[in-house]
């Protein structure tokens, strides 16, 4: 067994013995990428010399007797949507290439604090706009399980890196399934938090009142310690949530026995995989071995997420990219001749095409004449999906459904057909429009060996139910104990 | 709905993106494939129903309205394309 293979609580308990050091594992990882990042593709840049550092001020304080966290010393992978001290910052984006950001945002702040070394800024959809990492503006990054196969999106750089055993956690943000696709699709966990619980602060945005950063790792428990890293209220965010933090972990081996578990109808439709119902079916099963109780419930408006997500992100992401305007960070257009044209060729430019679509998709839902039409009506649709949550949690405390309809497409399968692209958002994107916690657990393989991911959603700030639920099945079932044939 | 060229060009400029004629082709096809799938939501009757901006949030967080630090001007400077003394340098906008 190599150190990468040891899950962050593992490595936690080894750091902690002194059986080994930070520094060792900071090196362990950067071995790794070394040796399978060129067939991956998950980094976008490396950050030796400042993870080494941060690594031998956790042992320095691990020497001393005063470690900063639990999980001081363990490193850790950042999407490169979070702003990161004089390391740069692009969200996948020409138009951001070269940007240092002058400051951390607030996770990478509370990371730093709790002691974790971060090794790199790991590889993504262009401003998060993407299912598959091919719209990144630099290259897609590979799925370990396939690698002729995409790991998801938009997370998906961090997902591969933490199924290639890179990095032994990372952090991604979730829009609309940004994290649990990516690691359904890499029997990775991925936990999307319930909107307000971690600061957006330093987050580059795309759609506000949707985006939620979170923890993508090997195991349910390893998510549960990165959460309560990062969960905290933060001045910096106008929309983080006071709501007390728990203890993550402290309940996480409590079982499911006596729990109600919704399956919603509308989330097991045709345009299923088959091999992905069976696996989620299978799941299901088991949730009732354990002795929870399954019930059958209705989503009755989430044939109308699709349509709801895709005007409210677009019409909010094209007024949060309006500041990509070539005066203050970022690409200038050289040839532009007045400051209009500053404007439109930088933009032109810098932007990629699935960016572009969707600034030109929001635009056009925000122009006179549409508002009322469109974003309006969007927005009134989203309380009625919201409602139908609300209603389900009356009657059950998760509900449980498939991730992803589909196991890993190949890349370049879909890259043509936007449309075929966002129906792989149908089961995540509800949970994000009605600003839940969401969670991904790896529940079994396809034939070809793809992995199939289980999704559980909850109430608002129930985070530790999620993560209990998650276990017990994850207890039954280690796949995160199967390693990647890289 | 099917968008028009001319839709697509107006739109192009209110969001300060200039088009190649290939990009307002295809966005024209796109987008209105696009259009077309979320026109669903004209079937509900939402006339009684408030809208959502955010899910879970009653009331923006409020802080004490203090002095505090912000960066200095060459932190907020470092990243310009180009500057002039303390400011960002743009193209001359009054001929």
């Known amino acids: ?486 | 709905m099917a968008l028009t060229l001319e839709q697509v060009r107006h739109v192009a400029t209110l969001a300060r993106l200039s088009l190649t004629p290939d990009e307002e082709q295809r966005f024209t096809t796109q987008l209105s494939a696009v259009l077309d799938a979320v026109e669903q939501l004209q079937a509900l009757d939402v006339e009684a129903v408030e809208p959502t901006s955010h899910a879970t949030l009653t009331s923006s967080r409020l802080r004490e309205d203090v002095t505090r630090p912000s960066l200095p001007p060459e932190k907020s400077l470092a990243n310009a394309p180009a500057k002039a003394g303390t400011s960002f340098a743009v193209p001359r906008i009054i001929e």
């Open chain 1, 1 to 486: 067994m190599q150190l990468t293979d040891l899950t962050m609580m593992e490595l936690a308990a080894k750091l902690s013995a002194r059986e080994v050091s930070s520094e060792e594992a900071t090196r362990a990882s950067l071995a790794r990428i070394q040796q399978v990042d060129p067939k991956v593709r998950a980094f976008l840049r490396v950050d030796e010399a400042g993870a080494l550092a941060a690594a031998r001020a956790s042992d320095a304080r691990r020497a001393a007797g005063s470690p900063a966290s639990v999980l001081d010393g363990v490193p850790l992978g950042l999407k490169d949507l979070f702003l990161t001290e004089g390391v740069e910052t692009t969200a996948g984006s020409r138009i951001l290439e070269g940007f240092v950001p002058p400051y951390d945002a607030t996770v990478v702040r509370l990371l730093k604090e709790a002691g974790l070394p971060l090794v790199g800024k790991l590889n993504m959809d262009e401003f998060a706009m993407g299912s598959s990492n091919e719209s990144s503006a630099f290259f897609p990054s590979h799925n370990p399980w396939d690698v002729s196969r995409t790991p998801g999106g938009s997370s998906g750089g961090s997902a591969a890196a933490v199924a290639a055993r890179e990095v032994f956690g990372a952090l991604g943000t979730d829009t609309g399934g940004s994290i649990r696709q990516p690691a359904a699709l890499t029997n990775t966990v991925g936990l999307k938090p319930t909107y307000g619980r971690v600061s957006r602060y330093g987050v580059i945005a795309f759609a506000s009142s949707l985006d939620q950063p979170g923890p993508m790792t090997r195991t349910v428990a390893d998510a549960a310690a990165l959460l309560q890293v990062i969960a905290r209220p933060d001045a910096q965010d106008a929309t983080s949530s006071d709501a007390p933090v728990p203890d993550y972990s402290a309940d996480l081996e409590g079982g499911v026995r006596g729990l109600k578990l919704g399956v919603p109808r509308e989330y097991f439709t045709e345009g299923m995989d088959p091999e992905v119902e069976a696996a989620v079916r299978e799941a299901l099963r088991e949730y009732e071995r354990l002795g929870a109780t399954l019930v059958d419930v209705s989503l009755p408006h989430t044939k109308y997420a699709l349509a709801t997500y895709y005007l409210l992100a677009p019409a909010e992401a094209s007024s949060n990219l309006a500041r990509y305007d070539g005066v203050r960070f970022g690409l200038r257009a050289q040839d532009a001749r007045n400051l209009r044209e500053v404007y439109t060729l930088t933009r032109e430019q810098g932007f990629g095409a699935e960016v572009k679509r969707r600034i030109m998709l929001g635009t056009y839902a925000l122009s006179s004449g549409y508002y009322d039409a469109y974003y309006l009506r969007a927005q009134k649709v989203r309380t009625l999906i919201r409602e139908d949550f609300t209603r389900a949690f009356q009657q059950v405390d998760a509900l449980l459904s498939p991730t992803s309809p589909v196991p890993a497409f190949k890349l370049g399968e879909k890259v043509e057909d936007p449309l075929s692209m966002y129906l792989m958002d149908i089961y995540t994107l509800p949970c994000n429009l009605a600003g839940l916690p969401g969670l991904s657990v790896p529940c079994g393989f396809t034939k070809a060996g793809l992995p199939v991911g289980l999704q559980v959603l909850g109430r608002p700030f129930d985070e530790a139910g999620l993560l209990r639920i998650a276990r017990a099945y994850e207890r039954e079932h280690d796949y995160f104990r199967r390693s990647a044939p890289l």
